[in-house]
């Protein structure tokens, strides 16, 4: 198979020691971040440039160009590790966290060094209850061993790192409103731009990068930006950390070639479906991203693949009319934050999409009208399709809420509850249809039925 | 007249932790780390609980209230001694966590967010909880005792009876966690 020859992150998974210091560095941990602290920033940044690592968070955006948006000479810079991993079906970075804390604060010594960074943060979720004590104790052991704090590694480096933990929302993974939330608000998504890189934290040039993103940056530095590009596809660097769940034989967070397709990745990586049922959907990356049937899965699960493969369909707003992504793009699906979600043949898909319509209408921030109420409305439709108490035209009603919240938000959490309300419709349009079709609904009387 | 007071303790973390913030900044970014403090203290965030860390931060207590009433893991009145969580997203309502759900209100006779006559427990539906591998999912946590964060996975009914009966026994059922 193959799948499983190489590993940045994940070769210590499931080893019991392995979130120790001593054990990371018996294997070799923290040479990197050694090195970086002797290292010219710029060096290290153009390693990143080289090695097209992208967002790993859901957006994939090209670290090594987020990180030159920083303004040149910025007095104070800061780093904030995205640990905030709520997008359902997501699980990768909880693991990462549990299992390998201590690649994350070397990956961050390098950023540092990089970026001029000598006060960096990580927000973890505040659920990950068991994994924030994790993060806290591997923070205190590089202090202890002198690896952060004044001199990192007896060098003129300073970098101290702050485990800010949150509070249940999910909003606080979308990097603005987790700078709102780190400066003690609540997590309201601020106008971009400007971007934080210029103006983030404290009004200061922050970055803000995933855990996976920042977990890699160690690998990187040792064996160059150019070995990491190769071992991705295209434009993307590196393999990607993915967690699968659903109905497979063996759910669980792999780290994988940007090359596997959806059908390798359910046949040859998680033992196929359970009780040998068929596959009717999968949702890629969170469930954010437009879902994918089954005739969709031989495209590889890699950035740039999922938004343009002609293999998969167009979201369409109605039968016929493409979703407009804006400048005259069109939307396929997205890879995401990595979390994939299988479904088999026996899933209701009216009764899935109003369960993910319910989790957006209950995170909106509140800020933003269209999503404030259009998620609540999007909600409310799709429980009445799926309780057999829909009504003619609810299909077109649910398509229209959901186009109508799309690209009218501060963040993405609007677009992040139309896209896939779309392309449920776009995709599984019969099952809702069949469902108004049997329909319990009888209008209430009015005057003039009444008289006829 | 408040009675309550935040204990020495909370007052010495806060105290350790306002160094890893600017000056300038520190009261209000300490806004949600003392409200977490303050909730293992109490077991709960309500206005009084709000008004004692706004003047332990300097910040206006609509302030806090705001920022209490935002997040959805302080509560906001009294639970009981043990919060039960169960996750009913997408991957874990494929997998059956309505069924489980459903089994809670049942024997436990409360609804979301409702607690047991004994103060015993209080049940929860809650959103993804970044394990949906292993669903259903449960997350147990014991007041007082913020290092018992287990999750309880591949639910089914007897395992949910199983950590039903433990609860009532007044108990975390750990063996059957991870």
Same mark, same amino acid.
């Given at each position: 198979m193959g799948y499983f020859d190489v590993k940045i992150i994940s070769e210590h998974f499931d080893v019991p020691e392995a979130k120790s210091l001593d054990y990371y560095e018996s294997k070799g941990g923290y040479r990197m971040a050694r090195q970086a602290t002797k290292t010219a920033p710029a060096e290290i940044h153009a390693e990143v440039k080289k090695s097209n690592l992208r967002g790993r968070g859901g957006a994939g955006f090209p670290t090594?160009?987020?990180?030159?948006?920083?303004?040149?000479?910025?007095?104070?810079?800061? &780093? /904030? /590790?995205?640990?905030?991993?709520?997008?359902?079906?997501?699980?990768?970075?909880?693991?990462?966290?549990?299992?390998?804390?201590?690649?994350?604060?070397?990956?961050?010594?390098?950023?540092?060094?990089?970026?001029? /960074?000598?006060?960096?943060?990580?927000?973890?979720?505040?659920?990950?209850?068991?994994?924030?004590?994790?993060?806290?104790?591997?923070?205190?052991? @590089?202090?202890?061993?002198?690896?952060?704090?004044?001199?990192? =590694?007896?060098?003129?480096?300073?970098?101290?790192?702050?485990?800010?933990?949150?509070?249940? @929302?999910?909003?606080?993974?979308?990097?603005? @409103?987790?700078?709102?939330? &780190?400066?003690?608000?609540?997590?309201?998504?601020? &106008?971009?731009?400007?971007?934080?890189?210029?103006?983030?934290?404290?009004?200061?040039? $922050?970055?803000?990068?995933?855990?996976? $993103?920042?977990?890699? &940056?160690?690998?990187?530095?040792?064996?160059?930006?150019? @070995? =990491?590009?190769?071992?991705?596809?295209g434009r993307s660097g590196g393999l990607r950390v993915v967690s699968v769940g659903g109905h497979i034989n063996k759910p669980g967070v792999y780290e994988l070639p940007l090359t596997v397709t959806g059908n390798q990745l359910i046949e040859e990586v998680c033992g196929g479906m359970r009780g040998g049922r068929k596959v009717k959907a999968v949702i890629p990356g969170g469930v954010s991203m437009p879902v994918l049937t089954p005739g969709e899965l031989d495209v590889p699960f890699e950035f740039d693949a999922l938004q343009t493969d002609e293999r998969i369909a167009e979201v369409e707003v109605s039968p016929g009319v493409a979703f407009d992504l804006g400048g005259g793009k069109t939307l396929r699906t997205m890879a995401g934050s990595g979390g994939v979600i299988v479904m088999d043949e026996q899933t209701d898909m009216v009764s899935a999409a109003w369960r993910i319509v319910h989790f957006f209408a209950e995170e909106s921030c509140g800020q933003c009208t269209p999503c404030r109420e259009g998620t609540g409305w999007l909600a409310a439709v799709v429980k009445r399709i799926d309780q057999k108490q829909g009504r003619p035209g609810d299909v077109d009603l649910v398509a229209s809420i959901a186009d109508g919240i799309a690209g009218n938000t501060i963040c993405a959490l609007g677009d992040a509850a139309a896209w896939p309300t779309l392309a449920f419709l776009t995709k599984y349009r019969g099952e809702f249809e069949a469902k108004i079709k049997s329909s319990n609904y009888k209008p209430r009387a009015t005057r003039e039925n009444k008289a006829s | 007249m408040t009675s309550k007071q935040l204990s020495p303790e909370i007052e010495a973390r806060i105290e350790a932790l306002r160094p890893r913030f600017p000056v300038e900044h520190a009261d209000k970014a300490m806004c949600i780390p003392v409200l977490t403090m303050a909730q293992e203290q109490f077991g709960h965030v309500d206005e009084e609980v709000c008004t004692l860390v706004a003047t332990a931060l300097n910040l206006p207590p609509a302030h806090v209230l705001g920022v209490a009433t935002f997040y959805t893991m302080y509560n906001n009145k009294p639970v009981g001694r043990f919060h039960l969580q169960i996750c009913t997203n997408i991957g874990r309502q494929i997998l059956g966590a309505y069924d489980v759900w459903a089994q809670c209100k049942r024997r436990l006779g409360v609804g979301n967010h409702g607690t047991t006559e004994d103060d015993n427990i209080t049940l929860s539906e809650v959103e993804c909880i970044a394990a949906c591998g292993y669903?259903?999912?449960?997350?147990?946590?014991?007041?007082?005792?913020?290092?018992?964060?287990?999750?309880?996975?591949?639910?089914?009914?007897?395992?949910?009876?199983?950590?039903?009966?433990?609860?009532?026994?007044?108990?975390?059922?750990?063996?059957?966690?991870s």
């Open positions: 090594g160009i987020k990180w030159g948006f920083v303004p040149k000479d910025s007095e104070t810079v800061y &780093l /904030v /590790v995205n640990a905030d991993e709520s997008e359902p079906g997501t699980f990768k970075d909880r693991h990462i966290l549990f299992w390998n804390p201590h690649a994350l604060i070397e990956g961050m010594i390098v950023a540092a060094r990089s970026l001029g /960074v000598r006060s960096a943060y990580i927000y973890i979720r505040g659920e990950m209850l068991r994994e924030a004590p994790i993060v806290q104790d591997a923070i205190d052991q @590089a202090y202890a061993k002198g690896y952060l704090g004044e001199r990192c =590694f007896g060098s003129d480096m300073h970098l101290d790192i702050t485990l800010y933990r949150g509070a249940g @929302a999910y909003i606080c993974g979308e990097e603005t @409103a987790l700078l709102s939330s &780190l400066e003690g608000g609540r997590g309201w998504p601020r &106008l971009k731009p400007p971007f934080p890189a210029v103006k983030g934290l404290w009004g200061k040039p $922050t970055i803000v990068n995933n855990v996976e $993103t920042i977990a890699n &940056l160690p690998w990187i530095l040792e064996h160059g930006g150019q @070995a =990491f590009a190769d071992l991705g596809v | 669903g259903p999912v449960a997350q147990i946590a014991e007041r007082l005792k913020p290092d018992i964060p287990l999750y309880f996975e591949n639910l089914d009914a007897e395992r949910m009876t199983k950590i039903l009966d433990a609860l009532e026994e007044g108990r975390v059922p750990t063996e059957l966690g």
